[in-house]
Antibody
Framework: QVQLVQSGAEVKKPGASVKVSCKAS????????INWVRQATGQGLEWMGW????????GYAQKFQGRVTMTRNTSISTAYMELSSLRSEDTAVYYC????????????WGQGTLVTVSS | QSVLTQPPSASGTPGQRVTISCSGS????????VNWYQQLPGTAPKLLIY???QRPSGVPDRFSGSKSGTSASLAISGLQSEDEADYYC???????????FGGGTKLTVL
């Protein structure tokens, strides 16, 4: 069965960077884009961008351009999302997600990684 | 301010039918398919409807989706207490070149 397992919670200081991992299993990692979505406490869902694990091509939401980097290590079927110059507003749960087969909806999600930015 | 507009709240009694609306524009709902997600407290979102009106395996047929022009709707019939959750619509936006979400609708089962 398809699984996306994310790394654990992080606490960072303002100005620092955080790198969240998303390990895929149960399917061919290079066959589906990995997307990243975040959610601040009590707030809605916010799309951050996508990465094609086969080519390494990426597309980022304008809001995060210049601050986010999405990469992968195909040998271990793992995607990464790195966010730099952290500020308190970046405190949120970060999810990786994958489309379902034959559709455009995110049918598979990681469990989420809480990133807390605090001095 | 979300690109897609949803009512912040909705409610119904057990057994009732409720609908949640999602309004967008020509660059998102008007030209791309709509997906709906259900999120229970403290959990990751779950895909409820994709491609406007398709249900993933395991989603009860009490849930249905529709789209017309630049708006979409999620309907839940035979409302159950376990349907109490947050619901989000989403679509690709060609102008922003990214996925956009609605602000979410909190459904309360009275």
């Amino acid at each position: 069965q398809v699984q996306l397992v994310q790394s654990g919670a992080e606490v960072k200081k303002p100005g620092a960077s955080v790198k969240v991992s998303c390990k895929a299993s149960g399917y061919t990692f290079t066959s589906y884009d990995i997307n990243w979505v975040r959610q601040a406490t009590g707030q809605g869902l916010e799309w951050m961008g996508w990465m094609n694990p086969n080519s390494g091509n990426t597309g980022y939401a304008q809001k995060f351009q210049g601050r986010v980097t999405m990469t992968r290590n195909t040998s271990i079927s793992t995607a990464y999302m790195e966010l730099s110059s952290l500020r308190s507003e970046d405190t949120a749960v970060y999810y990786c997600a994958r489309y379902i087969e034959g559709g455009s909806g995110y049918g598979f999600w990681g469990q989420g990684t809480l990133v807390t930015v605090s001095s | 301010q979300s690109v897609l507009t949803q009512p912040p709240s909705a409610s119904g009694t057990p057994g009732q039918r409720v609908t949640i609306s999602c309004s967008g524009s020509s660059s998102n709902i008007g030209s791309n398919t709509v997906n709906w997600y259900q999120q229970l407290p403290g959990t990751a979102p779950k895909l409820l409807i994709y491609s406007n009106n398709q249900r993933p395996s395991g989603v009860p047929d009490r849930f249905s989706g529709s789209k017309s022009g630049t708006s979409a709707s999620l309907a839940i019939s035979g409302l159950q207490s376990e349907d109490e959750a947050d619901y989000y619509c989403a679509a690709w936006d060609d102008s922003l070149n990214g996925q956009v979400f609605g602000g979410g609708t909190k459904l309360t089962v009275l």
